[in-house]
């Protein structure tokens, strides 16, 4: 997922030249650390700019964090460490982008890009989102981090994209209950199934998952012998979802254990 890179960021055409600094020092690095190179402010960022363009975004990142590191009370220098993050997103190194864009917010927590920071925190998070046969921390920590972005800056265009991905979080960590909530049914284990497909009718239920959670809820119930909570699970899947498939087994098994 590429974003477009922030207004403030725009390289003048000029930048767009390279030129080496004369008399440049050259000092040992370790290996697969970028070469210092001692070279004015706009030379390394019209360089790492450029690297950016042509999709070149590990060594981009590297040229914005030499940025930093050689100008460090550069206005530019603020300007870099966003696009070092940026960069390290785009080039799919989330762990670096993650650490870029918050060294970026402890330094300059009031700055008016602090919205983008967070924002790429998310986005850092939110691509990392596995399959629900895996351990979902990250998903979580996707959640976290897109409801961070949402209680800091309501009114930012970020804020209104963070709440579309919290849906699609959402849904997916309960797709992971749900998973589980199977999984313990297909060995019997009612009890633990009922806590997992109640967890998806009170935490999640706002999600696609409701229906059938609702309805394994009522095959659950009925396993354990208790017609009652089966009858309440049916009653509301019926109330909510009257026309889905959910609901036509959960009528059929009350029709078959009906309650005395």
């Known amino acids: 997922m590429r974003m477009p890179s922030p207004r403030f960021i725009a390289v003048s055409a000029a930048l767009a030249v390279l030129v080496t600094a004369s008399g440049c020092a050259r000092n040992k690095t370790t290996k697969g650390d970028t070469p210092y190179i001692a070279r004015d402010v706009n030379t390394l960022y019209s360089a790492a700019k ?26 530019w220098a603020r300007r870099a460490e966003l696009m070092s993050a ?19 917010l402890s330094i300059h927590p009031g700055n008016k890009d602090a919205p ?19 351990d979902q921390k990250i998903t979580q920590q996707a959640l976290d981090s897109l409801g961070e972005l949402i209680r800091r800056y309501p009114d930012t265009r970020y804020a209104a994209d ?34 997992r497909f109640r967890k998806v009718v ?39 979802y009257p026309g889905s498939k959910w609901y036509e087994r959960a009528y059929k098994l009350m029709q078959k254990h009906p309650v005395a």
């Open 86 to 104: 940026y960069s390290y997103y785009l080039g799919r190194d989330f762990t670096k982008s993650i650490d870029s864009a918050t060294r970026f």
């Open 202 to 240: 009170d935490e999640y239920d706002s999600t696609t998952h409701v229906p059938e959670a609702l309805e394994r809820l009522t095959e659950s119930y009925l396993a354990l012998g208790i017609p009652e909570e089966a009858k309440k699970s049916a009653a509301v899947l019926g109330a909510n």
């Open 116 to 134: 983008y920071a967070y924002y790429l925190i998310a986005l850092d998070y939110y691509e990392q989102i596995s399959d629900v046969t895996r």
């Open 50 to 75: 450029t690297r950016l363009d042509k999709n070149d975004f590990r060594t981009a990142a590297a040229l914005f964090d030499e940025v930093e590191r050689q100008h460090p009370y550069s206005v």
């Open 162 to 195: 963070a709440r579309l991905k919290v849906d699609l979080v959402r849904d997916h960590l309960a797709g992971k209950e749900m998973e589980i909530g199977r999984f313990y049914q297909r060995r019997s284990q009612w009890l633990a199934s009922v806590v």
